[in-house]
């Protein structure tokens, strides 16, 4: 009798944690994918803590849907929530002063290199061309698996491409020119 | 080096700027806990709150006598008085579609649902966008004037009106622009083929309506265009310091306009002569009482810094307000447009909401429905059509809800 009870007692508390096996199957996704998304997460805000705050929602948003994960691929799915949950004009606001209270730590270096001038230009994109650039050419995907991962069409992904380049090319000519 | 090469050395110097974190799974893992406890509390407050209604209403049930209140329409509008409704859709409205244009104000024919847009660059023409709602794409984009303000849809024509350049307010300088130019007209689009029919000279161009056999433009003083030649037949002063916002319909040419003491002047214009027939005045916090017509009345939305905003339902009739509707969550910020069809009266606000009020019991159906990208983002403009309702964002879109 009293195992009965310890047995009901254990389920009833069970009810109030996630499934294992579900956070087992997520944890491995993030194991894999962890690095890569930390990394396209600061390409994509330019700031380390705001990243890292991105991939941590990231994989919260996507326990809850990880049924809808298995049909589209796990890699698209995961940054087309990011770059969502990245487009929310709240999200923003919380990553910039999140951005402006960590001013000084060392991931946001600023220097005077001459080749960063390239990379402030890439930061100074809107965040759709910035997405599509860091794609492009940090994950090196094509512009089918790019539209597929941003949830957009190729002529989207085109356009952005073509804006982007050319606000960098702007930016390289005036860095020949100084 | 190329292009690609920089951008590619520049993405991997900088790769190294943001390091994994060890606990960072572990952090997740709490998050997920607390987000999956926190869900199963919500659904069980719902389920709960689900039992405690149902045992309420059940009993009820039943015993119900009275049908539920319907203003009575007045009979010499003409317009049949609309059916007690009894299968009112009570369901929230759901986004069908969202198309990418910046839209300040909507209109629907039969040909399509038309937007206009502002020049993104001053003294560049304006866009007047026109989307197939088969598709819910962009199918033209016709260049109209410097500054389109308002459009109105008739039905083979598309009426765009074009402010002046540097704003709509009697400084402007006038003198200084060609009236019958790109500003301060009124240009004629052929709905089916997309072509400039014709331009109307009008001063200082501001709200354009059409209906009651005409069109009726909001300038210096209310013009009345016949469509059958595309001229200026009548001319006529608003009430207060000038009309905001027109409406043609229920038997008149309804105007808002402002006092300066916190109160909407609503004008009634007789619209075969354009003279004023009487005015009704509504306490309002500011003078954009925008105006619609519709289900046999006049709706005109009020705004309040000290109670809820709310939409003011006007009896052609007796001219005055036979009901104020408050919308709850439209305080204090304010609504921007009311529009009416598909059976309803929908109110957009400046926080981006949009709700629908039932004209036969003059209540709200439901909460309002949030369109646009968080924060909210105001909702210009609203127009039904083709079984829908289509929403002007200032997030850069045009919402098509069920």
């Known amino acids: 009798m009293s195992d009965t009870v310890a047995t009901l007692t254990e389920r009833a508390i069970g009810v109030f944690e996630p499934p294992q096996s579900r956070l087992d199957h997520l944890g491995a996704w993030f194991e894999a994918e962890y690095e890569p998304l930390l990394r396209f997460a600061y390409f994509l805000t330019g700031n380390a803590s705001a990243a890292e705050d991105l991939v941590h929602d990231t994989f919260v948003r996507l326990y809850r849907a990880e049924r809808r994960i298995e049909e589209s691929g796990f890699r698209a799915y995961a940054r087309r929530t990011m770059v969502n949950l990245h487009r929310s004009r709240f999200r923003r606001i919380m990553a910039e002063r999140r951005a402006m209270a960590a001013s000084h730590e060392p991931s946001s270096r600023q220097t005077d290199e001459p080749q960063d001038h390239i990379w402030q230009a890439i930061r100074g994109l809107p965040r759709g061309q910035r997405a599509v650039v860091a794609l ?7 512009e089918q698996e790019i539209a597929s991962a941003l949830g957009v069409s190729i002529g989207t992904v085109k356009k952005q491409m073509n804006r982007a380049m050319s606000s960098l090319r702007v930016a390289l000519e005036e860095r020949s020119e100084s | 080096m190329s292009i690609d090469n920089e951008i590619r050395k520049a993405l991997e110097r900088h790769e190294s700027d943001v390091q994994t974190q060890p606990g960072a799974w572990h952090e997740v893992e709490r998050s997920i806990g607390r987000s999956h406890r926190r869900r199963l509390a919500v659904m069980g407050a ?22 539920a209140p319907i203003i009575s329409q007045p009979p010499s509008t ?25 839209a300040i104000a909507l209109a629907s024919n039969q040909n399509a649902i038309w937007a206009i847009t502002q020049p993104s660059v001053a003294g560049k023409p304006g866009t007047l966008v026109k989307i197939d709602a088969a598709t819910n794409r962009v199918i033209d984009r016709i260049q109209v004037g410097v500054a389109p303000v308002a459009l109105a849809a008739t039905s083979d024509s ?3 009106s074009n402010g002046p350049r ?21 240009w004629r689009i052929d709905a089916s083929n997309d072509r400039v029919l014709a331009r109307i000279p009008v001063a200082y161009a501001g709200d354009i309506a ?15 265009i016949d469509p059958a030649t595309n001229r200026v037949v009548l001319r006529a002063g ?17 105007t808002t306009s402002s006092s300066g003491q916190s109160e909407t002047i609503v004008g009634i ?8 027939v009487g005015t009704v005045r509504i306490p309002t916090r500011d003078t954009f009482g925008d105006v619609t017509t519709g289900n046999g009345s006049a709706w005109v939305t009020t705004n309040s810094s000290t109670s809820a905003s709310a939409l003011a339902r006007i009896d052609p009739i007796s001219r005055r307000v036979t009901v104020t509707i408050t919308l709850p969550d439209a305080a204090p910020i304010g609504l921007m447009s009311v529009t009416s069809g598909q059976g309803f009266v929908w109110a957009t606000s400046v926080r981006g909401y949009l709700w629908r009020v039932d004209p036969t019991t003059n209540k709200p159906l439901g909460g309002p429905v949030l369109i646009g990208a968080a924060p909210p983002e105001n909702a210009p403009d609203a127009v039904t059509g083709f079984g829908s309702v289509w929403v002007a964002s200032a997030d850069g879109h045009v919402w098509r809800l069920s």
């Open chain 1, 136 to 142: 492009r050419f940090y994950e090196e995907l094509s």
């Open chain 2, 158 to 160: 598309v009426w765009v």
């Open chain 2, 238 to 254: 608003a009430p207060g310091n000038g009309a905001v916002h027109l409406a043609a319909g229920a038997g008149y040419l309804w």
């Open chain 2, 46 to 67: 719902c389920a709960a709150l689900a039992v405690a209604g149902a045992a309420i209403a059940l009993p009820r049930i039943g015993t119900r006598s009275q049908p």
């Open chain 2, 78 to 102: 003409g317009k049949p008085s609309p059916a007690p409704s009894t299968t009112k859709n009570s369901a929230q409205p759901k986004v069908i579609a969202k198309i990418p244009v910046n």
């Open chain 2, 269 to 276: 214009f007789d619209p075969k002569d354009l003279t004023l």
């Open chain 2, 166 to 186: 540097c704003g709509a307010a009697p400084s402007c300088s006038h003198g200084a622009t060609p009236a019958s130019g790109n500003e301060n007209s009124v």
């Open chain 2, 210 to 224: 059409a209906g009651e056999g005409a069109v009726w433009v909001n300038g210096d003083r209310l013009y009345k």
